[in-house]
C-alpha cells in the first residue's frame, strides 16, 4: 500500500526566506509519480510541480523546486524567496497506478505553511 | 483554462436524508474522482471513474455511490447521510492515459455538515 509522510504540520517562515517542506512516501512499485499541491484558505487545490520516479533530475516550476531523494523515499518542495501569497496548506501525493485505466493520488496530511512579513 | 465545478460550495442536510454531490468539467476528460477532505487526515479517494457509466472503488467507498451518466458529469451519492460524513468534498478530473505526469484538476469543493 502506498504511504505518504508529512511531519510538519505547521511552519512559521519570514519573508524572502527560503522554505522546504518535507516528504516521505512509501511505495513497492518501481513506477510512480510524485506531486504537490497548494490549497489557500480559499479551498481550491492548485497544481505546483510533478516528479516522475524515473526522472533523473529534480523538477523545477519558477520559484518551486522539488528535491528528489529516491533512495530515502523523500521529495521535499522547496520554495525559494517565500512570499506573503504562499500562506496555505501543501499537500504531497503520489500516483499509483490500478491497472484500470485511471488511478487516484495518495495524499499527505499536510503542512500549514504560514509567512510572517 | 480546465474548468471543474461543483454544484455547491455549503449544503446543510439533515440525517437519513438522500444527499447528491454535482461535479461537472468541462475539458472532455476522461478520469473523474472525487476525495474528501478532513483536517488531520488530508484527502482521501473515495470514488473514481474513468469512462461513462464506469466506477471504481477508492480508499473510503462505505456509504457512498456514484453515477456517470454522461462524460462531463460525475455524482456522488450519500444514500442516507451521517454525521460522520461532514466534510469538505473535492472533485478532481484528468485526462486520462497511463502518463504518470498526468494533473488532476480540482474544483472548488463543497463543504458538507450532517446534523
Known amino acids: 500500500a502506498q504511504k505518504i509522510t508529512q511531519t510538519q504540520p505547521g511552519m512559521f517562515v519570514q519573508e524572502k526566506e527560503a522554505v522546504t517542506l518535507d516528504c516521505t512516501y512509501d511505495?513497492?512499485?518501481?513506477?510512480?509519480?510524485l506531486f504537490w499541491y497548494k490549497q489557500p484558505s480559499s479551498g481550491e487545490m492548485i497544481f505546483l510541480i510533478y516528479?516522475?520516479?524515473?526522472?533523473?533530475q529534480n523538477a523545477t516550476e519558477g520559484r518551486y523546486s522539488l528535491n528528489f531523494q529516491k533512495a530515502r523515499k523523500s521529495a521535499n518542495l522547496v520554495i525559494s524567496a517565500s512570499q506573503l501569497g504562499d500562506s496555505a496548506m501543501y499537500f504531497c501525493a503520489m500516483r499509483h497506478y490500478s491497472g484500470g485505466g485511471a488511478d487516484g493520488l495518495t495524499f499527505g496530511k499536510g503542512t500549514h505553511l504560514i509567512i510572517q512579513p | 483554462d480546465v474548468k471543474v465545478t461543483q454544484s455547491s460550495r455549503y449544503l446543510v442536510k439533515r440525517t437519513g436524508e438522500k444527499v447528491f454531490l454535482e461535479c461537472v468539467q468541462d475539458m472532455d476528460h476522461e478520469n473523474m474522482f472525487w476525495y474528501r477532505q478532513d483536517p488531520g487526515l488530508g484527502l482521501r479517494l473515495i470514488y473514481f471513474s474513468y469512462d461513462v457509466k464506469m466506477k471504481e472503488k477508492g480508499d473510503i467507498p462505505e456509504g457512498y455511490s456514484v453515477s456517470r451518466e454522461k462524460k462531463e458529469r460525475f455524482s456522488l451519492i450519500l444514500e442516507s447521510a451521517s454525521t460522520n460524513q461532514t466534510s469538505m468534498y473535492l472533485c478532481a478530473s484528468s485526462p486520462g492515459g497511463l502518463a504518470f505526469q498526468e494533473t488532476q484538476y480540482f474544483g472548488p469543493g463543497t463543504r458538507l455538515l450532517v446534523l
Open positions: 511505495t513497492s512499485d518501481p513506477s510512480y509519480g
Open positions: 516528479q516522475g520516479s524515473y526522472d533523473q
